[in-house]
C-alpha cells in the first residue's frame, strides 16, 4: 500500500512517535535489511530533533524517503513490531520515516580527502547507489554509469505511481548532489565497455538487476493488446507521471502470474479503469509468492483470482486480442524442495474467456546477453559470485543486488550494494599491501 506524508502532519506524526515503545534489541531494526534504528531516529524526532532524526535514517539508508514510500513494511519493520506481536496496530515506521526525511532533507556530505582510489559502478540503481554513497564515505571515488537518462533503475522506471511518487526518489537524488559522486548518463554498457572499465579503474560493480523478463512460449505474444508485466507499468507509470499516454486496456484485463509484479500489474488496470480484471496463477493462494498486503489491496479493488489455471492459447482476430483458452491443472502429490508441482488436469477441459488486454508477469530474469557483457557464466539465471563474498571469477569485478540474488526489495538492493562497497574497499587495501610487499 502507498505511504505518503500527506495527511500525514506533524502532530499526527507525534502522536504516532509517541505509541513507540523503545524496545531494546528493537525487533523492528532487526527486521530492516538497512537496519535502520527506528527507535533511535523516532526518540530524536520525539525530542523535536528533526535533524537528528533525518541523520539516523540516511546513515543506514541513504535512500531513506523512497524506502519510507515504497518499502514493505508490513513484512519487514512494522511486520516485526511489538505493538503488532501484541494484537494491537504497528507503529506506522514507514510513514514515520517518510514524514522526516521528507521534511528534514539533507544532503550527503563530500569528504574532505579520499584515496587516489576509483570504482566504477554500473547501473544507477538501489545497489548502484547504496554503493556509490558507501565508497563515497569510505573515501573512494564512485562513478556511476547509467543506460537511461536519470537514475533510480527499476525504481524510477515500473513501480507504480500510486506506491511511488516521483518526489521521494528526487529528494533522495537531490542529496547526492554535491558528494563528489559523479554520474554518467546514456552510457552503452557492452563487452568493450566493460573490459575498459576495468583497466580505467581499480575496481567495477555490477549493480544491473534484473530488467529481462521471461516469456511465454506461445504464439500471438506479439499481438496488440498483449503486454509483458515490465513494459505495461512502464508505460502506466509514465503517463501517471505524465509523460506519455497510458496503455488502452479496454473492458476485460487478464494477467498471468502470482508474483508482486503480477499484482502491481492487476492493480494499475483497475486505476486505469478496467472493468474487469482476473489474474490467473498455476498454483494455488498458498504457493502465490506474492505478498499477503499486495494481494489484499488487489481484492480490496475488486480484482478477481483464479488458481491453477494456465493460458493455454492466445486467439487473436487479424493480429488483435480477442480471448484466451485456459486450461486447469492439478497438484502433483510429490512436493519438490517443499513446493507442490502442477500438472494439466486432463478430467477438466480447456475453456474460452474473451479478454481485451492480456499482461504477462511471469518472472524477471536478467537480460539477454548479460553474462556475455561481464563475460561469466550464468548460476540459476544470475550472476555467479563466490561464496561468502561479491567478487565474481572476474579479477576486480564485483556484482551484488537483484542479478545476483533474484527479485528483492528496494532497501535490501541498497543495502547489499554498501555491504558490496565495504568488500570493495577490503579488495583495493588488500591491492594495496601485495603491491607494497612486491615493491
Not at 514493505?72 to 506506522?92: N, W
Not at 533503475?153 to 507504480?160: A, L, S, W
Request: glycine share 10%; net charge negative.
Amino acid at each position: 500500500m502507498l505511504r505518503t506524508t500527506s495527511n500525514f502532519g506533524f502532530s499526527q506524526a507525534l502522536v504516532e512517535a509517541q505509541r513507540c515503545l523503545s524496545c531494546y534489541q528493537a525487533p523492528c531494526t532487526q527486521a530492516c535489511p538497512a537496519s535502520v534504528d527506528v527507535p533511535g531516529f523516532i526518540r530524536r524526532f520525539r525530542e523535536d530533533n528533526l535533524r537528528g532524526a533525518s541523520e539516523i535514517i540516511y546513515e543506514s539508508c541513504p535512500l531513506g524517503c523512497t524506502c519510507g514510500t515504497a518499502c514493505p513494511t508490513s513484512v519487514l519493520c512494522e511486520g516485526a513490531c511489538v505493538l503488532a506481536q501484541l494484537g494491537q496496530t504497528p507503529i506506522r515506521i514507514g510513514s514515520l520515516q517518510a514524514f522526516i526525511t521528507t521534511s528534514s532533507p539533507l544532503e550527503e556530505p563530500p569528504l574532505k580527502e579520499k584515496s587516489q582510489k576509483r570504482v566504477a559502478i554500473i547501473g544507477a540503481g538501489p545497489a548502484g547507489i547504496g554503493c556509490a554513497v558507501q565508497l563515497n564515505r569510505l573515501g573512494i571515488q564512485p562513478d556511476i554509469f547509467e543506460r537511461d537518462e536519470q537514475p533510480g533503475g527499476m525504481v524510477t522506471r515500473v513501480i507504480p505511481a500510486h506506491r511511488l511518487p516521483a518526489e521521494p526518489m528526487k529528494i533522495d537524488l537531490m542529496r547526492l548532489q554535491n558528494s563528489g559522486i559523479h554520474f554518467h548518463y546514456q552510457q552503452n554498457i557492452d563487452k568493450e565497455k566493460v573490459s575498459q572499465l576495468l583497466k580505467d579503474f581499480d575496481a567495477v560493480f555490477a549493480g544491473v538487476g534484473l530488467a529481462g523478463e521471461n516469456q511465454p512460449n506461445l504464439p500471438g505474444t506479439q499481438a496488440t493488446g498483449v503486454y509483458s508485466a515490465l513494459d505495461f507499468l512502464q508505460k502506466a507509470r509514465s503517463a501517471a507521471l505524465g509523460d506519455g499516454s497510458a496503455p488502452q486496456l479496454g473492458k476485460r484485463v487478464l494477467v498471468v502470474g502470482g508474483g508482486n509484479v503480477a499484482l502491481d500489474a492487476a492493480v494499475v488496470a483497475k486505476h486505469l479503469g478496467a472493468e474487469q480484471v482476473l489474474v490467473i496463477y498455476r498454483r494455488s493462494k498458498d504457493e502465490m509468492p506474492g505478498w499477503e498486503s499486495e494481494y489484499l489491496e488487489a481484492c480490496s479493488l475488486g480484482v478477481e483470482f483464479r488458481w491453477l489455471s494456465v493460458i493455454d492459447e492466445i486467439i487473436t482476430n487479424q493480429d488483435q486480442l480477442q480471448a484466451v483458452k485456459i486450461g486447469q491443472m492439478r497438484f502433483i502429490t510429490e512436493s519438490v524442495g517443499g513446493r507442490r508441482w502442477v500438472e494439466p488436469d486432463p478430467e477438466i477441459p480447456a475453456y474460452t474467456l474473451p479478454c481485451d488486454t492480456l499482461i504477462f508477469a511471469l518472472g524477471q530474469t536478467l537480460e539477454k546477453g548479460i553474462q556475455e557483457v561481464f563475460g561469466l557464466g550464468v548460476h540459476a539465471s544470475l550472476l555467479p559470485v563466490k561464496e561468502g563474498t561479491y567478487q565474481t571469477s572476474i579479477p576486480g569485478l564485483f556484482a551484488a543486488g537483484e542479478a545476483v540474488s533474484g527479485g528483492s526489495t528496494i532497501v535490501a538492493c541498497m543495502s547489499a550494494g554498501m555491504a558490496v562497497a565495504r568488500e570493495i574497499a577490503q579488495f583495493l587495501h588488500s591491492q594495496d599491501i601485495e603491491g607494497g610487499q612486491h615493491g
